[in-house]
């Protein structure tokens, strides 16, 4: 109540709370896919148009900082962003807009402080850990401890069992990758962007580091980055500008050539089934069961095999 009375003097005379109307759709939805919102959806704040310039400015920083390897101009684009956010926040359209754009524009900064070229030894290992971890960190104790907020969450649980849907698309999303990413990784040569493994040692740390990333991506683009637009944005506006963040990491990272026209809709996809499931776990599994299939690929292309894949050219 006296959040509600605090926003009421805050806002001007006779201008209403915006409201987005996706509570009743994602109700709809997920009750399709038989699942309980045990989670809150982002809480409430004031919202316009206009916010999506800076919140563009902010996500599109991304093309620069990981696309083309562009530190001080994305440096830069991330400060415009934010100042674009700090006026508009201003002006009374938005609130809190700046601080919510300040965190995925911190996880980006964290994240530019080193190549995402793979590797795989032990200072590579480390230094993915430690950095990727931070990106991830610091904007959730931000959240939770500086500003009191809970937006950024990691929603293990969901009280309800998958249904038999959930379980048809597991299949289904196997069976694509399977399909898909050997023909793309061997046709288009971005396996090369991996190191070539051979050694039983090295076999097992690419498999590590291939399900560390993918567990990583997310928790910070999913929990965090959409998160953090959702407050803002109607979900398929918030889906958009995180999948431009996460498709210009996974470029830096080896999905380069063509990987784009794969990379885009995996994106979009895992934004929108967290959002009809609530849950970390369910989009995890589905992200490493891709990632299950690109290490496979990349060890089969350095040695040949398992020769499991139906659609990789002879030779």
């Given amino acids: 109540m006296l959040a509600r009375a605090a926003d009421r003097a805050s806002r001007p005379a006779g201008e209403p709370r915006t409201r987005h109307p996706r509570e009743g759709r994602i109700g709809r939805a997920c009750e399709a896919w038989g699942v309980t919102a045990v989670v809150a959806t982002p809480s409430e704040v004031r919202t316009h148009p206009i916010a999506l310039i800076p919140a563009a400015l902010v996500c599109s920083?991304?093309?620069?900082?990981?696309?083309?390897?562009?530190r001080l101009p994305g440096y830069a684009m991330l400060v415009v962003g934010l100042f674009v956010a700090w006026l508009v926040d201003r002006s009374g359209r938005t609130e809190r807009l700046l601080p919510d754009l300040a965190l995925i524009a911190i996880g980006q900064a964290i994240i530019s402080t080193m190549s995402l070229e793979a590797q795989l030894s032990d200072e590579a290992m480390v230094r993915f850990t430690v950095v990727l971890g931070l990106a991830v960190l610091v904007p959730f104790l931000i959240s939770r401890f500086l500003y009191r907020e809970r937006t950024i969450r990691?929603?293990?649980r969901t009280g309800r069992r998958w249904t038999r849907t959930q379980w048809l698309y597991l299949v289904f999303v196997t069976l694509a990758g399977w399909l898909i990413l050997p023909f793309y990784f061997i046709t288009s040569g971005v396996y090369q962007n991996w190191p070539t493994v051979t050694e039983p040692n090295e076999i097992a740390r690419l498999f590590v580091g291939v399900n560390a990333v993918g567990t990583?991506?997310?928790?910070?683009?999913?929990c965090t980055v959409f998160a953090l637009l959702r407050r803002h944005f109607p979900t398929w506006q918030a889906n958009l500008l995180q999948a431009i963040v996460f498709v210009s990491f996974l470029w830096e990272l080896g999905y380069q050539s063509w990987g784009p026209l794969l990379t885009i809709p995996f994106a979009l996809i895992q934004g929108y089934t967290f959002k009809l499931t609530k849950s970390l776990t369910y989009?995890?599994?589905?992200?490493?069961?891709?990632d299950a299939i690109v290490f496979c690929v990349i060890v089969y292309a350095h040695n040949g095999w398992p020769a499991i894949f139906p659609l990789v050219p002879a030779g």
Avoid: C, R, S
């Avoid at 920083?61 to 562009?70: D, K, P, W, Y």
């Avoid at 990583?216 to 999913?222: K, N, R, S, V, Y």
């Avoid at 989009?283 to 891709?290: A, E, I, N, Q, T």
């Fill in 283 to 290: 989009v995890l599994v589905v992200h490493l069961l891709f």
């Fill in 154 to 156: 990691f929603p293990w």
């Fill in 216 to 222: 990583w991506d997310e928790l910070f683009f999913i």
């Fill in 61 to 70: 920083a991304a093309v620069l900082l990981f696309g083309f390897q562009l």
